[in-house]
């Protein structure tokens, strides 16, 4: 050890990352009496929350249950989800007098914006005594009976670590793999990454045909397997988006097809029965249900000619109401870590502890939000996990 690193900073818990997960945790374990640091290597304070629902965080769901959450460990939220609620956040907010209102589907957003919940828990560890590094370049991490962590600030010492550094989603504000390259030195396993609650893209060629309905959206059901979302869906030049898409595309498996039920509130079928002597010609007699260009594109190009409806044989109806209710696509990929909100898949949550986010065989290193192998669905599901692991993690270490 050389002269430089010799001179230690002593603390109970060293907190990396300072966003969404980690002040939770931080404030937590502050709270308790426990002497705390928490760092990040970015100069701007919890940037993904900053940038969230548009600037006015999503910041949970009241229908928050663990089947919003996917993990190849399903049940391993509960036990925190069940320890801090969505009730338990916004009393916190009700406690500084931050005001927020219920969108659709039991999402939760603040009135005043972002700023407003980052100030909120910058506080809630500044009352709490939590010390602050930041920006701070977090080097190499060594265990013997406690945590030694080389930074731009010096060396810190403490009895517990606490990995918060999130994903990969949205390297521009600040993503890193930083918290996986831990786990890895530690021995502890990862699940398999991708992009989550993403846009999916098509081939050109292939998606030529649907471009110029850019800007166009509907409300839709998206299918994958057993998960079926029902939301809008947007057309974007290279393919699909909007929030059933972004649902969906943390199932969807690359290679395989997605199923879209374009008129959800139809039967198809029985419209075409109900109207088969209509001089209509089929593209009007569709723009009734669908946006006028989708509609010109499935009478021009899934079907034969572009005709009245009566002009049509049952069984040509038929199957058109068939694929209208169960539209085949199969993206080629998705927009990547740029685009995504999320990393589904991480550190891999067999080994460790649901009730405290402790890693089983390395006592005192614990993983909280993002980084870990829980992704949550759209719609503020992802910072209930952040809040709820945080604090678990912050009861414990």
Same mark, same amino acid.
């Given at each position: 050890m050389?002269?430089?690193?010799?001179?230690?900073? @002593?603390?109970?818990?060293?907190?990396?990352?300072?966003?969404?997960? &980690?002040?939770?945790? #931080?404030? !937590?374990?502050?709270? *308790?009496? *426990?002497k705390v640091v928490i760092l990040d290597h970015y100069a701007k304070l919890a940037e993904k929350i900053r940038i969230s629902?548009?600037? *006015?965080?999503?910041?949970?769901?009241?229908?928050?249950? =663990?089947?919003? /959450?996917?993990?190849?460990? =399903?049940?391993?939220?509960?036990?925190?989800?069940? *320890?801090?609620?969505?009730?338990?956040?916004? #009393?916190?907010?009700?406690?500084?007098?931050i005001g927020y209102h219920e969108k659709t589907l039991g999402q939760l957003f603040c009135d005043e914006g972002s700023e407003a919940i980052i100030s909120m828990l910058k506080k809630e560890c500044d009352d709490a005594g939590v010390k602050w590094m930041r920006p701070c370049e977090v080097g190499e991490v060594r265990r013997?009976?406690?945590f030694t962590v080389m930074t731009s600030r010096g060396l810190l010492d403490a009895e517990a670590?606490?990995?918060?550094?999130?994903?990969?989603?949205?390297?521009? %504000? &600040?993503?890193?793999?930083?918290? /996986?390259?831990?786990?890895?030195?530690?021995?502890?396993p990862m699940t398999k990454l991708k992009p989550g609650l993403?846009?999916?893209?098509?081939? =050109?060629?292939?998606?030529? !045909?649907? +471009?110029?309905?850019?800007?166009?959206?509907?409300? +839709?059901?998206?299918s994958f397997g057993k998960q079926r979302f029902r939301e809008n869906l947007l057309f974007t030049h290279r393919g699909l988006s909007g929030p059933a898409i972004l649902q969906i595309s943390s199932y969807w498996e690359a290679?395989? =097809?997605?199923? %879209?039920?374009?008129?959800?509130d139809h039967d198809m079928h029985a419209v075409?029965?109900?109207?088969?002597?209509?001089?209509?010609?089929?593209?009007?007699?569709?723009?009734? /249900?669908?946006?006028?260009?989708?509609?010109? %594109?499935?009478?021009?190009q899934w079907i034969e000619d572009n005709k009245p409806l009566n002009q049509y044989s049952p069984k040509v109806l038929a199957a058109l109401a068939g694929r209208l209710k169960n539209w085949q696509v199969t993206p080629t990929g998705t927009m990547g870590y740029s685009k995504a909100?999320?990393?589904?898949?991480?550190?891999? @949550?067999?080994?460790?502890?649901?009730?405290?986010?402790? #890693?089983?065989?390395?006592?005192?290193?614990?993983?909280?939000?993002?980084?870990?192998?829980? @992704?949550?669905?759209? &719609?503020? /599901?992802?910072?209930?996990?952040?809040? #709820?692991? &945080?604090?678990? +993690?912050?009861c414990a270490v």
């Amino acid at each position: 050890m050389t002269k430089k690193e010799s001179v230690v900073s @002593t603390f109970d818990v060293i907190v990396i990352g300072a966003g969404a997960a &980690g002040m939770m945790c #931080a404030l !937590t374990a502050a709270q *308790r009496g *426990r002497k705390v640091v928490i760092l990040d290597h970015y100069a701007k304070l919890a940037e993904k929350i900053r940038i969230s629902g548009g600037g *006015r965080c999503n910041f949970t769901n009241l229908n928050t249950k =663990p089947d919003n /959450y996917l993990s190849h460990n =399903p049940h391993f939220c509960r036990s925190a989800l069940s *320890r801090y609620t969505p009730q338990h956040f916004t #009393a916190l907010m009700d406690k500084h007098g931050i005001g927020y209102h219920e969108k659709t589907l039991g999402q939760l957003f603040c009135d005043e914006g972002s700023e407003a919940i980052i100030s909120m828990l910058k506080k809630e560890c500044d009352d709490a005594g939590v010390k602050w590094m930041r920006p701070c370049e977090v080097g190499e991490v060594r265990r013997s009976t406690r945590f030694t962590v080389m930074t731009s600030r010096g060396l810190l010492d403490a009895e517990a670590l606490v990995i918060a550094t999130g994903g990969l989603s949205i390297p521009k %504000i &600040g993503a890193t793999p930083f918290g /996986y390259k831990v786990a890895e030195q530690f021995g502890i396993p990862m699940t398999k990454l991708k992009p989550g609650l993403v846009p999916l893209t098509f081939h =050109p060629e292939e998606w030529a !045909t649907y +471009a110029d309905l850019t800007g166009a959206s509907l409300d +839709a059901v998206v299918s994958f397997g057993k998960q079926r979302f029902r939301e809008n869906l947007l057309f974007t030049h290279r393919g699909l988006s909007g929030p059933a898409i972004l649902q969906i595309s943390s199932y969807w498996e690359a290679g395989q =097809p997605l199923s %879209i039920d374009l008129l959800p509130d139809h039967d198809m079928h029985a419209v075409f029965v109900e109207h088969a002597k209509s001089k209509l010609l089929l593209s009007n007699f569709l723009a009734q /249900y669908l946006p006028k260009k989708l509609a010109d %594109i499935v009478a021009s190009q899934w079907i034969e000619d572009n005709k009245p409806l009566n002009q049509y044989s049952p069984k040509v109806l038929a199957a058109l109401a068939g694929r209208l209710k169960n539209w085949q696509v199969t993206p080629t990929g998705t927009m990547g870590y740029s685009k995504a909100e999320v990393t589904c898949g991480g550190v891999d @949550t067999h080994a460790l502890s649901s009730k405290t986010m402790e #890693a089983n065989e390395v006592p005192g290193l614990y993983f909280v939000g993002e980084v870990m192998d829980v @992704t949550g669905q759209l &719609g503020g /599901y992802n910072f209930q996990w952040a809040w #709820a692991s &945080g604090y678990a +993690a912050g009861c414990a270490v």
